[in-house]
């Protein structure tokens, strides 16, 4: 059963749901044998949802800057064993999250918040596990924010997204194997990343900074953390439909907290998209990884290398711009060079050459 309803200008709506599963598990002889069981009963289980999203700014104006927000109330529940046919619905789970939405001028946001609890039944030998995660994205082009003219491609368009995650065990379970409290889980994940990006005709640079952060608050495991930063840099070229070319560079580095080690990575890549006429198209791709890992001592590298080369044609009366069915054929090479504390290992190589044929009929 559903109902929703809404105001007459959709500022107000309330969506709600239930459900409801039976389950019966039939005595089966062969799997009793002579053993005297206890007798299987019907079970029934439920599942529910409701949401309330409302506009309190629609068209509003803060002095001379265009406002809007809209906050939405979500919960959602489904009893332990709850099964359904048409769609995947995690049971034994109680979500209850807010959600905002809105922009200030150029300025355009996101942010959420939600928690969440598994164990619904409170079977003593379960463990208890709740969830909690925020999260918070934005998108603010520095151009339309200082009203630059539209070619002033210097001023970056920039996007923010931070999301934090904790889960927590209750308590220990009855008889559930665990030992002491340093097997409950209690964990706090974030992450943050940021970018600005510049455009202009014929190119485009966009840059990456990435940081993410393993907390672990487990009893006696305080100091099992990591922290995790990266940086990546992709350059785009193009010239029409006809030729498009990209460089990507990134280094990541991740480090133990609890053992004070690192471990790096550093990537060079490449690919180009080639129309010389026609329906002709070539392509070519190149990525080149060094990483470092202090803790196993153990130094690697990868190279990949991907060539393409397609002719579109058609099979019978069609638009000059459409191809009813291209051939291609497809050469790829990878190798892998590990060196543990100075002992170089077997290089390995392989490479594949494939080719065929698409078509489409309508």
Avoid at 108 to 128: E, I, K, T, Y
Avoid at 227 to 256: C, K, P, W, Y
């Amino acid at each position: 059963a559903q109902v929703t309803a809404a105001s007459a200008s959709q500022r107000v709506r309330l969506s709600a749901g239930w459900a409801q599963s039976r389950f019966a598990n039939r005595f089966d002889p062969a799997l009793s044998g002579d053993s005297a069981l206890v007798p299987l009963r019907e079970e029934a289980r439920a599942a529910r949802f409701g949401e309330l999203a409302v506009e309190p700014l629609r068209g509003a104006r803060l002095g001379r800057i265009p406002a809007s927000l809209a906050i939405a109330v979500r919960h959602e529940r489904a009893d332990p064993l709850y099964r359904t046919i048409a769609a995947f619905v995690q049971s034994d789970r109680d979500q209850h999250t807010l959600e905002a939405t809105g922009a200030i001028g150029p300025l355009q946001f996101q942010a959420s918040a939600g928690s969440g609890r598994d164990n619904l039944a409170d079977v003593p030998s379960l463990l208890v596990t709740r969830t909690r995660a925020r999260t918070l994205t934005a998108a603010l082009p520095m151009g339309a924010l200082v009203r630059a003219e539209p070619d002033a491609w210097w001023w970056p368009a920039l996007a923010l997204t931070w999301q934090g995650t904790t889960q927590r065990g209750d308590e220990i379970p009855d008889n559930g194997g665990f030992r002491d409290a340093s097997q409950l889980p209690d964990q706090y994940t974030g992450a943050l990343s940021a970018n600005a990006g510049w455009q202009r005709a014929g190119w485009s640079v966009a840059y990456r900074y990435s940081r993410s952060v393993v907390d672990n608050r487990q009893f006696q495991r305080e100091r099992a953390d990591f922290i995790a930063n990266g940086h990546a840099a992709t350059v785009n070229f193009s010239s029409g439909a006809r030729l498009m070319v990209a460089v990507d560079l990134a280094h990541e580095r991740q480090r133990s907290l609890e053992d004070d080690v690192s471990a790096t990575s550093r990537r060079v890549g490449g690919q180009a998209d080639w129309r010389p006429f026609g329906r002709t198209s070539l392509a070519a791709g190149a990525s080149l990884v060094h990483t470092r890992d202090d803790a196993s001592t153990q130094r690697g590298r990868s190279l990949e290398l991907r060539l393409e080369a397609s002719q579109g044609f058609n099979l019978w009366a069609r638009s000059a711009e459409e191809s009813q069915a291209r051939a291609f054929v497809r050469w790829a090479r990878s190798g892998i060079a590990l060196r543990t504390a100075g002992i170089s290992q077997p290089d390995l190589t392989q490479w594949t050459l494939n080719a065929g044929m698409s078509l489409r009929v309508f």
